[in-house]
């Protein structure tokens, strides 16, 4: 049924392209300013002012569609092979950032947690087949706090939750 309506509708345009066209164009004419309006709000403005919103509707989305997540990953290489130099520079920073808030104190044993809950977040991944992140309880980069990289403010959770919560601190005094 789907097919055959955008076979006709394909017919149609082809039959109708000047037609249709112009009057696109004079509808654009008239209502320009309404539509840019329209637009401002529903476009890059909107997903700025509804950021955490917008990601979590993003990873639901992909999750349950494994051929969007796919098309999502084949883009994200691209991006990355096209801009290798900033994220390279981007993931020294995290580096430094991280190494910057490991403490003198810690010894081998303390790296080797570490290290577990990197791998336990990996294990999760593998297992339940939906990506696991590393969470800093406390961020290490906040304009109120700034966390440490300790196995005591680390913490494996979904992606999603991570996504969501972004660089935010709360206090829960519950």
């Not at 097919?3 to 006709?8: L, S, W």
């Not at 004419?29 to 509707?57: C, D, F, T, V, W």
């Not at 990953?73 to 910057?100: G, H, M, P, T």
């Amino acid at each position: 049924m789907a097919t055959a309506r955008k076979k006709y509708d394909k017919a149609y345009y082809e039959r109708n392209k000047e037609s249709i066209i112009a009057a696109v164009r004079k509808h654009y004419k008239k209502n320009r300013e309404a539509i840019l309006a329209q637009k401002k709000i529903h476009g890059k403005e909107y997903r700025k002012l509804n950021r955490e919103k917008e990601s979590a509707r993003m990873l639901k989305y992909l999750h349950s569609n494994p051929e969007a997540r796919e098309r999502k990953r084949l883009r994200d290489i691209e991006y990355y092979r096209k801009n290798k130099e900033k994220n390279v520079a981007n993931c020294a920073k995290r580096r430094f950032r991280k190494k910057q808030q490991l403490p003198v104190w810690v010894d081998k044993e303390h790296l080797w947690i570490i290290k577990q809950i990197y791998e336990l977040a990996q294990l999760r991944t593998k297992y339940f087949k939906f990506e696991w992140h590393v969470d800093h309880i406390v961020p290490l980069i906040n304009t109120k706090v700034s966390g440490l990289h300790v196995y005591q403010n680390l913490r494996v959770i979904p992606a999603i939750e991570n996504l969501k919560k972004r660089n935010k601190f709360e206090v829960n005094y519950g």
